[in-house]
Structure formats: structure tokens, C-alpha cells
């Protein structure tokens, strides 16, 4: 069974900086892609970035197109997203997930099979 555990989250000013890590394990991840997703309170689940593992093409959604980064760990089966500029929207609970893709980087949360626990970020004013 496929475990995925967030790592990274915590309080952080406007205009800071963290980074989120998410260790994958339990199955092999080739022909998977990874994604990172957000949901404040009161909202729906929202795509943040995504990376394939087969050739690590990556995506962001445009709030964060020149913020944060996805990227693959040295670590096998590592995935971070780096969040620089970090505003008060961008509070919200962090999730890392994988979901079987093949050839675009699926941007709705019903393409991903598995999921972490989530990890709290809070941006302060």
C-alpha cells in the first residue's frame, strides 16, 4: 500500500520562505505523477503544482507560477515544493499526492490515488 507522509509545514511570515517535503513509499511511482494541493478552510481542494516521475516535467497553477517550485529529491521517491514570496493566501493545509499519469499532469484531485496527512502552513500579515 502506497504511504505518503508531508513533512515541512509550519508559521512563517509574509514574504518568507519554507519547504515542504513529501516521502513517498509502498509501490513503485514510474508512470505516476506527484502533485501538492491546498485547501483553506471553507474552500475546495486547489491544485498547486505538479511533477511526472517518469521525465520530470513539472506544473504550477498560475498563483503560485513564480513562487513555488516542485522539484524531485536526490532521495528516492522525494518530492518537494519549494514557497518563496509567501503571502496570507497562501495559508492553508499542504497535501503531497500520486496518481497514475501518463501523458499531462492531472490537475483535479479525483486523478490522484493516494494521498499524505496533510501539513499546516500559516502566513502571517
Known amino acids: 500500500q502506497a504511504q505518503l507522509v508531508e513533512s515541512g509545514g509550519g508559521l512563517v511570515q509574509a514574504g518568507g520562505s519554507l519547504r515542504l517535503s513529501c516521502a513517498a513509499s509502498?509501490?513503485?511511482?514510474?508512470?505516476?505523477?506527484m502533485g501538492w494541493f491546498r485547501q483553506a478552510p471553507g474552500k475546495e481542494r486547489e491544485f498547486v503544482a505538479g511533477?511526472?516521475?517518469?521525465?520530470?516535467?513539472?506544473s504550477h497553477a498560475d498563483s503560485v507560477k513564480g513562487r513555488f517550485t516542485i522539484s524531485r529529491g536526490n532521495v528516492k521517491n522525494t518530492v518537494y515544493l519549494q514557497m518563496n514570496s509567501l503571502t496570507p493566501e497562501d495559508t492553508a493545509v499542504y497535501y503531497c499526492?500520486?496518481?497514475?499519469?501518463?501523458?499531462?499532469?492531472?490537475?483535479?484531485?479525483?486523478?490522484?490515488?493516494?494521498w499524505g496527512q496533510g501539513t499546516q502552513v500559516t502566513v502571517s500579515s
Open positions: 499526492a500520486a496518481g497514475f499519469a501518463l501523458d499531462t499532469i492531472p490537475t483535479m484531485p479525483s486523478a490522484y490515488a493516494y
Open positions: 511533477l511526472q516521475w517518469d521525465d520530470g516535467r513539472t
Open positions: 509502498g509501490r513503485t511511482f514510474s508512470s505516476y505523477a
